[in-house]
């Protein structure tokens, strides 16, 4: 009896060591433990024409359970999404995907929970982003009419959503007439606010364009073409005709403006070559130079210069690949002493209802002007008639060209017309007289389109 009390005694003791050594249920419990959320695509999410679906992953550690909630913009509540867990390694990932269309798009925002004993949850931000709608305006080749293996220079803009788009890659390809397709040529990347030029040798007569084959984020695009014209290089003749100096007589310390067409043999315009302008003093025999101009498409330049001494004015063309050089007769202009100004201060001129018409214009179309010249009479504006020129600045040009004047009659009407080339601003400019201090008009920008 006394020997089964203590084996009795024995094992209640062991017992009671055991339990004092395992531990207790709070003591075991592990708080849950969460990743950062993966998304595949990352942010930001571009949508272009189909909706994407977005994966989000995340893994937990010691977690029953887990959910993940999307919030979009401007709400305050977010809704969850499916998940489905898989083993990864001692741990679990969670998976989970939506759809997201261009009318989602915004800054959306995440939140993560791993339930287990206790709660972890990790949240962060991302974007979706409609694609970038893109346009190449402005594209143009020059000079139209060029040698074969001339240079010739391809220039224009990129826009993504009617802004500059800087960085980009943009092609610049080639179809020569008769052939059915265009064929890379080089290519450019675009720089401040999308503007983008590059020079290209001519072979053959055909078209030229950009083209932008899109990114992650913004759409393909592709200009207006531009023809070029290639004629076989031979030595030509060339001529600078309707050579002009005016006014004559001038005013000393006023513009002269000079005006003249470069023609090469055969008697075509040679566009996109430099004319220079030329001075000779009276009683000297040397002929300085004094500015320069490129001619148009048509052959044209247009240069001024400040009036200091009477003597002879002339151009002078130094040739290029294929043609001569070439001097045009000289134009002697009379320099005077400019007239007092009367004592009685001026009044105030202006040039309103200023007009550039048809926008856009084809090029090589006449493009035509309207406006109105008025001066202040004793407090009311009347119609005058006076000169007033007419200027016009390229896309991309730093100073204004004259163009040619036009006079207005008693209503103060104003109208010229010019062939249109190039895209570009223009303006009237009323230089003022004797009574009248001198007005521009507004700038109006006309497009040039192929």
């Known amino acids: 009896m006394l020997q089964r009390i203590r084996v009795a005694a024995i094992a209640l003791a062991t017992a009671a060591g055991l339990l004092a050594l395992a531990p207790s ?33 995340f893994t937990t550690g010691d977690a029953k359970t887990a959910e993940l909630q999307l919030k979009p913009p401007g709400l305050s509540v977010g809704t969850p999404v499916e998940l489905k867990p898989a083993p990864f390694g001692l741990r679990t990932k969670w998976t989970g995907t939506k759809s997201f269309e261009a009318k989602d798009a915004g800054k959306w925002s995440f939140l993560a929970i791993a339930h287990g004993d206790g709660e972890k949850s990790v949240s962060g931000t991302f974007d979706i982003q409609k694609a970038l709608v893109t346009k190449i305006v402005d594209f143009g080749a020059s000079p139209g009419q060029v040698d074969r293996g001339d240079l010739i220079r391809v220039s224009g803009r990129l826009q993504a959503d009617g802004k500059g788009y800087a960085g980009a890659s943009v092609a610049i390809t080639f179809r020569e007439k008769g052939a059915d397709a265009y064929r ?62 005016a006014p004559d007589p001038v005013d000393k310390g006023s513009r002269l403006n000079f005006t003249g067409t470069l023609q090469a043999e055969g008697w075509r315009a040679l566009p996109g ?29 247009w240069a001024s210069a400040t009036a200091e001494s009477s003597g002879w004015w002339r151009a002078a063309f130094a040739g290029t690949s294929g043609v001569r050089g070439s001097v045009s007769d000289a134009e002697r202009v009379t320099v005077v002493e400019p007239t007092p100004p009367p004592t009685a201060d001026k009044s105030a001129s202006r040039v309103i209802k200023f007009n550039a018409y048809p926008e856009p214009v084809k090029r090589g179309k006449y493009l035509k002007f309207r406006g109105k010249l008025q001066i202040d009479d004793s407090g009311s504006w009347e119609g005058y008639a006076g000169k007033v020129a007419l200027y016009f600045k390229p896309v991309g040009a730093h100073k204004w060209q004259y163009v040619k004047t036009t006079s207005s009659g008693d209503s103060g009407k104003l109208y010229a017309r010019v062939k249109a080339w190039k895209s570009g601003s223009w303006k009237f400019v009323f230089g003022g007289d004797d009574d009248f201090y001198g007005d521009s008009s507004r700038r109006d920008y006309v497009r040039v389109k192929r």
């Open 184 to 245: 890379g040529v080089t290519s450019v990347t675009t720089g401040r606010d999308g503007w983008f030029a590059t020079k290209v040798r001519a072979r053959a007569t055909g078209y030229w364009r950009a083209e932008f084959a899109g990114n992650k984020e913004a759409r393909a695009s592709v200009s207006d073409s531009d023809r070029v014209d290639v004629q076989v290089r031979h030595d030509r003749d060339s001529r600078i005709t309707g050579f002009d100096a």
């Open 273 to 301: 070559q430099r004319v220079s302008i030329f001075f000779k003093a009276d009683g000297s025999r040397r002929w300085e130079y004094v500015t320069s101009d490129e001619t148009n498409r048509d052959g044209r330049f």
């Open 25 to 57: 249920a709070s003591a075991a419990a592990k708080a849950p433990s969460i990743s950062d959320v993966d998304l595949s695509p990352g942010s930001p999410v571009v949508v272009f024409d189909k909706p994407v679906t977005v994966t989000f992953t």
